[in-house]
């Protein structure tokens, strides 16, 4: 079995005359967990939206687990369903939080076996199971949309801005369950941060993107003290002009 996970090769994603995304290569390994930074519009949910086989590249290659892929339309059941994504406006649908967080189990037409209440205490939402869930605060959404993820276990999680609307507690909470399922289930995780801080917790791995295209991807340690490429450097100063 090949380390690699994803492999990405000369991609390019247009929006009509715009090229958004430029990667000429990047490889994510099985089992990483890798943060994804950027200024905003540097095309990182695009770039989540095809690693979901949501989209299909322009041009270029994108390989999973060894099998190239085209998006959209055309994407694969068995790549699909390996897939969690956690958007970066996640939208919950009518019913209780519980029934939100058991809609992806039963869509897969596995059993609850009381997965959903003990995430549900995981993530710090046990109190709300009943409540309907389009009353929730912007934060607890939130919550529930990482818990519906979380709770299918997926192969990859990938996840666009998953604390931004957090207190400080909660985003301790979700680093925690994150970072559990990777160690535990082995679960390779992607997620885009805006938080260098949580960059540096959470990522083994750090990429940044910049006008569509990789400037730099290195462990983390290296990536903030050690970065290769001045605009890194600018960056993770917080000096970056855009
Ligand atoms: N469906 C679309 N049609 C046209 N343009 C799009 C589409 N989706 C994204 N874009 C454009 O592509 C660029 C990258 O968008 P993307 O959402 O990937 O940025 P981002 O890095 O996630 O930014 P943010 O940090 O603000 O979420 C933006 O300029 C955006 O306007
Ligand atoms: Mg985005």
């Known amino acids: 079995m090949s380390?690699?996970?994803?492999?990405?090769?000369?991609?390019?994603?247009r929006y009509g005359?715009?090229?958004v995304l430029a990667v000429d290569e990047l490889t994510i390994r099985r089992g990483e967990v890798l943060a994804l930074v950027g200024p905003s519009g540097a095309g990182k949910s695009t770039l989540l939206r095809l690693l979901n086989f949501l989209e299909t590249v322009t041009t270029g290659a994108l390989a999973f687990d060894g099998r190239p892929i085209a998006g959209g339309d055309d994407a694969p059941l068995c790549a699909l369903r390996r897939v969690t994504t956690v958007f970066q406006r996640p939208v919950l649908l009518r019913g209780t939080v519980a029934e939100n967080v058991a809609f992806g189990l039963k869509l897969?037409?596995?059993?609850?076996g009381g997965a959903v209440g003990r995430i549900l205490?995981?993530?710090?939402?046990?109190h709300l199971a009943g409540t309907a869930a389009r009353t929730l605060s912007g934060g607890e959404a939130q919550r529930v949309a990482l818990a519906r993820a979380l709770v299918l276990?997926?192969?990859?999680?990938?996840?666009?801005?998953?604390t931004a609307n957090l207190d400080p507690v909660n985003v301790a909470l979700m680093e925690r369950s994150v970072a559990r399922l990777n160690r535990e289930q082995g679960t390779t995780v992607v997620f885009v941060t805006h938080n260098l801080f949580q960059a540096?917790?959470?990522?083994?791995?750090?990429?940044?993107?910049?006008d569509g295209r990789l400037v730099e991807m290195a462990e983390a340690e290296?990536?903030?003290e050690h970065p290769q490429d001045s605009r890194t450097a600018a960056f993770?100063?917080?000096?970056?002009?855009?």
């Open 3 to 13: 380390d690699s996970l994803y492999a990405l090769v000369g991609v390019t994603k």
């Open 17 to 19: 005359p715009r090229t």
């Open 108 to 112: 897969r037409g596995q059993r609850d």
């Open 121 to 126: 205490e995981e993530v710090g939402l046990a």
């Open 153 to 162: 276990r997926p192969d990859v999680l990938l996840l666009d801005e998953p």
């Open 200 to 210: 540096r917790r959470m990522g083994q791995r750090v990429a940044l993107l910049l």
């Open 222 to 224: 290296r990536f903030f």
């Open 236 to 242: 993770v100063r917080g000096e970056m002009i855009y």
